[in-house]
């Protein structure tokens, strides 16, 4: 190498390595440990300023917190809850030393030792509160004494910051005995109660004094979420994860050498007393409070944020219309009901939910007989079956989807299907052969007839036409909730769970053409330092226009000639269908107008154990079924919220008449000509007509205890004048397992 190549080779090093240089001068280690230093003292400087700036401020004037009201649409009182606070001081020497620990095991077993700060909670809490992931845990016995007591329950980081800072304080100038006085006086325990003395007599009825070890750790453990894990309300899984943590609470007081060991394995769960209802909520009153705060909670106003009181929450409950179904509910049922003598009567339960299918409005409710005496709501419970209130649901999915019957039949309001009682699914893996009320077999029906009657045959064959899953999925953007819901034929009995509520909801999507309807309760909120953001009641179109005014032609057919007659009047334009469940435990019938749907139902409910048991016996009318009770509550409260009837009518369009082979097979031979079914029919009798009572074709075959003279849909043992709906009595349940025990099919 020359000379000059070296001398080029020098200069491209020195070039590097002044590049490199500039590079590393920028991020050498002296100068990353001062910026970091200097970070630390800022963060230090800050924090030291926060201390100095944030004081210790007046404790919250617990006993002047004001009530809350809530008032029907108008503006009129409803009732008001939480006058001042329920809440009793006790002084910490009153409660039992292993009671104490309990709330220490449960909530912070560091409490004695820390300084009153949990920081890696506490940050963990700011990020998760600037993310917007709400509410959040994480903080000592100190930090939520001081929230509790001096600050709001308002989840922002400037609320974090403070109670980080007056926490460090408190733990100074306090002794820890006073901190967890203070604590357990002060937390929010469910059922209205603040404080370890209320909350003591809430649940179980004695003196803080008084509580054993097992129902410490159950108070402890409430406080994580009161409202989901008070055992009287919560669901499955609340009840579960209670549960838990009331072992977990346990063996944390085995750990800390607060518990023997032996003593803790002889614990059991100590399940709370039934609620007392607060004065004010009697009658319906209570179930409206209750519906409330449910929709409340789930808007993120919840007991803890309610039970600071100031709030006026008006429902969107029509005073007129709600004594309107009270007052159906009397007439129509409890007058005829002997609780005292008859032993059936003292089992049924009435529930109903009202709502405007243009709005979402909830307008009137009916939760039972009195909130004090029946502290469940028969309105939104979910632990009963909506029977055939589902069928129209199959109807809808088919149409939705285009769906063909076995033949390849377009299926819509004229296509036919065969009746046959027992008559197996044809295309199905899970076998199924369901039988008809009374098992009455009916030769080639079409879907009309098949509705008014409520023939089980026919939509359980449709099921299998449209595909379990694909009803299942129409039944959930409609509104029906996903409990107990298997993908089997057997759904089109109605099988899983549904609340008087949520079908209230899926028919009013049926009302509104088609457009998602979410009943809310709750139309305004308003606290001096809170903003309420409403339930959005009116959502997108989950199907097509053309499948609900279809669905909404065939259901005027029950109401005009089928099992719903007993809601049928010229006062009004109306749709609907009956429903009875397994063994007769419910009865409904949902029906709706232009402008009102509302669902009711009967339930049989064991007085003593709240075990479900069959209605049939209710007011010495034989079985009970939708089209009796439920529908003529219906009609009646009706009449009354409408003012005596409305012009309005259906505005249907598109309406789907479908195809139909006529067929005859080995088992469905050739039957009586079906007069009024021979000719397709557009659109059944319009209310403001005259409406068709002729009887039904008959059945190709009749049981014998049916006379001749009885319409097949009406059950021998049946009041004469209340139709019945098609409801089962018995027979083999679904081979797939669909029926556990064999039960027999529903109605």
């Known amino acids: 190498m020359g000379r000059a190549d070296a001398r080029r080779a020098q200069q491209r090093g020195a070039r590097r390595a002044s590049k490199r240089g500039g590079i590393r001068g920028l991020f050498t280690w002296r100068k990353m440990l001062g910026a970091f230093f200097g970070l630390c003292l800022l963060v230090m400087g800050a924090c030291v300023a926060l201390y100095l700036y944030v004081d210790i401020p007046k404790a919250n004037a617990l006993a002047e917190r004001q009530s809350n009201v809530y008032q029907y649409s108008d503006g009129t009182l409803l009732t008001r809850t939480g006058d001042g606070v329920n809440r009793q001081n006790v002084d910490l020497s009153e409660v039992p030393v292993d009671v104490q620990h309990t709330f220490v095991a449960a909530e912070n077993k560091t409490f004695y030792q820390d300084k009153g700060v949990d920081l890696k909670g506490t940050t963990r809490g700011i990020l998760n509160t600037l993310m917007g992931k709400g509410k959040q845990g994480g903080s000592t016995i100190t930090q939520q004494y001081v929230k509790n007591y001096y600050l709001s329950q308002e989840p922002t980081v400037s609320r974090k910051l403070q109670e980080l800072v007056i926490s460090l304080k408190i733990d100074q100038k306090m002794e820890k005995k006073d901190i967890l006085a203070g604590y357990i006086n002060t937390a929010f325990y469910g059922r209205g109660a603040s404080g370890i003395q209320a909350a003591a007599q809430a649940y179980y009825g004695v003196d803080a004094k008084d509580l054993n070890v097992a129902q410490g750790a159950y108070l402890a453990s409430l406080l994580q979420a009161p409202s989901q894990y008070d055992w009287a309300t919560a669901t499955p899984t609340g009840r579960k994860l209670v549960r838990e943590r009331w072992d977990y609470t346990l063996d944390n007081m085995v750990e800390m050498r607060w518990l023997d060991k032996a003593k803790r394995d002889t614990l059991k769960f100590p399940v709370p007393m039934k609620p007392r209802p607060a004065p004010g909520m009697e009658g319906q009153a209570g179930y409206l409070v209750e519906a409330a705060n449910k929709e409340l909670d789930k808007q993120g106003i919840t007991a803890e944020v309610r039970q600071a009181g100031g709030w006026t929450f008006t429902l969107n409950i029509d005073r007129k219309r709600q004594k309107a179904l009270e007052k159906a509910v009397d007439e129509r049922l409890e007058s005829k009901l002997d609780r005292k003598n008859n032993k059936v009567d003292a089992t049924v339960q009435a529930g109903a939910t009202s709502l405007d299918p243009k709005t979402g409005a909830v307008v009137a409710l009916y939760g039972g007989v009195d909130y004090v005496k029946h502290y469940t709501s028969n309105a939104t419970r979910q632990d009963y079956q909506p029977a055939s209130t589902f069928k129209p649901l199959v109807f809808a999915s088919a149409l939705e989807n285009g769906s063909k019957t076995q033949n390849g039949d377009l299926i819509g309001v004229n296509t036919r299907y065969d009746g046959t009682s027992k008559r197996p699914v044809v295309g199905s893996s899970t076998p ?157 019938f949902a029906g709706y107008t232009p402008e009102l749907t509302t669902v009711v139902a009967l339930f049989g409910e064991n007085p003593q154990g709240g075990a479900q048991v069959s209605l049939t016996g209710t007011a010495n009318a034989g079985r009970a079924n939708g089209g009796g009770f439920p529908a003529q509550i219906w009609a009646g409260y009706t009449l009354a919220a409408l003012n005596g009837g409305s012009s309005a009518r259906f505005d249907l369009e598109d309406v789907e008449q479908g195809q139909s082979t006529v067929r005859h097979t080995p088992s469905s031979p050739p039957s009586a000509p079906e007069s009024p079914e021979q000719t397709p029919v557009q659109e059944p009798t319009r209310p403001e007509q005259t409406p068709s009572r002729s009887a039904e074709p008959p059945p190709v075959q009749t049981p014998p205890e049916v006379p001749p003279s009885q319409s097949p849909e009406t059950p021998t043992s049946q009041t004469p004048g209340l139709p019945g709906d098609g409801q089962d009595p018995g027979g083999p349940g679904d081979n797939g397992n669909d029926f556990a025990g064999n039960n027999p099919p529903v109605r």
């Open 432 to 588: 199924f052969a369901p039988q008809n009320e009374d098992d009455v077999s009916y030769g080639d029906v079409t879907v009309q007839t098949a509705m008014n009657k409520s023939i089980n045959s026919v939509f359980a064959q449709m099921v299998v036409d449209v595909g379990p899953a694909e009803v299942k999925k129409t039944a959930l953007a409609l509104g029906v909730p996903d409990k107990n819901f298997p993908e089997r034929p057997a759904i089109t009995l109605g099988t899983m769970n549904a609340s008087t509520w949520d079908m209230a909801g899926v028919y009013a999507t049926l009302d509104n053409h088609g457009k998602k309807v979410t009943p809310f309760i709750v139309k305004s909120a308003k606290h001096s330092s809170r903003v309420y953001e409403p339930v959005e009641g009116i959502g997108e179109q989950v199907i097509s226009r053309k499948s609900a005014d279809t669905t909404t032609s065939v259901l005027r057919g029950v109401v005009d000639e089928g099992s719903g007659r007993e809601a049928n009047t010229t006062a009004y334009d109306a749709a609907g269908k009956t429903g009875t469940a397994e063994e007769n435990k419910a009865a409904l």
